[in-house]
């Protein structure tokens, strides 16, 4: 039987890379686009060697061909953490809108389906508690984190105006706060910032009062998420997270009991815009995928913890 064939935008980024190695194991061939800046080549270390696996270094607002056959486009290709996307906001911007067209166009060509990697943050800083998909969101458009959230939130609209007018198979995956193996460790995030300040001793940095919630997903669960959602008979937007809530300050703190730091909390102002509470709804993941996340906080932090140790 021929291999299925899934094109990975952004596929050395830290979700990417975990998808790459895991769709390789499920015996799909992998082509891999990615212009490394966000992500790193190390990534791809455990998949560059197998015969199954290709990468090509491309900038996808810029227009790319894909040669032979293409079952699935994935596009993961994007800055995710505000400090990466503080930094680039025009690139930001264009891989959520060039990028996007460019990865549907390849889509559409192709007879591929499509998924778009979204994310929680088309919440905006949400008035509804869980936040369900059907939820419109509550967005500053032109606030400093409008580059990211806008251009997500476009991205979802052209996905799905290809679905309608092309009758395109497409998948939209909002993402929430997910952690694990290969986040960069000056990633800018809550969670790699806390592991580095504790295993480096200096103060774990909390910003208001620590009051404000997430919910933390590890990548494997994630990542089975996707490849069921790549295989499921929907084209509604799909929340895929973890949604057992904790405050950043209650996070903190069981960083640093189980990094066994003494390292001390310190408050700074909170950032413009940032979300007051962040959890999905994931009734229709449930329903749908038959998937919830497996993983315990606690379980997926010392996994984190330990690859940190091995990269500090």
């Known amino acids: 039987m021929l291999k299925k064939t899934?094109?990975?935008?952004?596929?050395?980024?830290?979700?990417g890379s975990h998808?790459?190695?895991?769709?390789?194991?499920e015996s799909f061939k992998v082509i891999c686009l990615d212009n490394f800046i966000t992500s790193c080549p190390a990534n791809l270390k455990n998949v560059f060697r197998d015969k199954n696996f290709t990468f090509i270094k491309q900038d996808v607002t810029e227009y790319f061909?894909?040669?032979?056959?293409?079952?699935?486009?994935?596009?993961?290709?994007?800055?995710a953490s505000p400090q990466d996307y503080l930094k680039f906001p025009i690139a930001t911007l264009e891989v959520g809108s060039l990028g996007t067209r460019n990865s549907l166009e390849l889509a559409k060509k192709k007879k591929a389906k499509f998924m778009l990697?979204?994310?929680?943050?088309?919440?905006?800083?949400?008035?509804?508690?869980?936040?369900?998909?059907i939820y419109w969101g509550n967005v500053n458009s032109i606030g400093v984190r409008s580059c990211y959230d806008e251009a997500k939130r476009f991205a979802e609209?052209?996905?799905?105006?290809?679905?309608?007018?092309?009758k395109m198979d497409t998948k939209i995956a909002r993402i929430f706060n997910t952690y694990g193996e290969r986040m960069r460790?000056?990633?800018?995030?809550?969670?790699?910032?806390?592991?580095?300040?504790?295993?480096?001793?200096?103060?774990?940095?909390?910003?208001?009062?620590?009051?404000?919630?997430?919910?933390?997903?590890?990548?494997?669960?994630?990542?089975?998420?996707?490849?069921?959602?790549?295989r499921a008979q929907t084209n509604e937007p799909v929340n895929l997270g973890n949604p057992r809530e904790f405050t950043i300050l209650k996070f903190a703190k069981l960083v640093r009991k189980l990094t066994g730091t003494k390292s001390e909390i310190v408050f700074k102002a909170l950032p413009a815009d940032d979300p007051n509470r962040r959890k999905p709804d994931i009734t229709r993941a449930k329903k749908i995928l038959h998937w919830q996340p497996k993983v315990g906080l606690e379980e997926g932090l010392r996994k984190a913890i330990s690859?940190?140790?091995?990269?500090i």
Request: glycine share 8%; with cysteine; proline share 5%.
């Open 65 to 79: 061909e894909i040669k032979g056959k293409a079952d699935y486009v994935l596009h993961f290709a994007s800055p």
């Open 157 to 166: 609209a052209l996905t799905m105006a290809y679905h309608r007018a092309h």
């Open 185 to 230: 460790i000056n990633d800018g995030r809550v969670v790699p910032n806390f592991i580095y300040q504790a295993l480096k001793n200096k103060p774990l940095t909390v910003y208001g009062k620590g009051l404000q919630t997430r919910s933390f997903c590890y990548v494997d669960d994630l990542v089975e998420g996707i490849i069921k959602l790549m």
């Open 19 to 25: 998808l790459c190695e895991r769709l390789l194991k």
């Open 6 to 15: 899934v094109v990975i935008t952004g596929g050395a980024g830290f979700i």
């Open 307 to 311: 690859w940190f140790k091995s990269k």
């Open 117 to 133: 990697a979204s994310t929680s943050e088309v919440y905006g800083d949400p008035l509804v508690h869980p936040q369900p998909e």
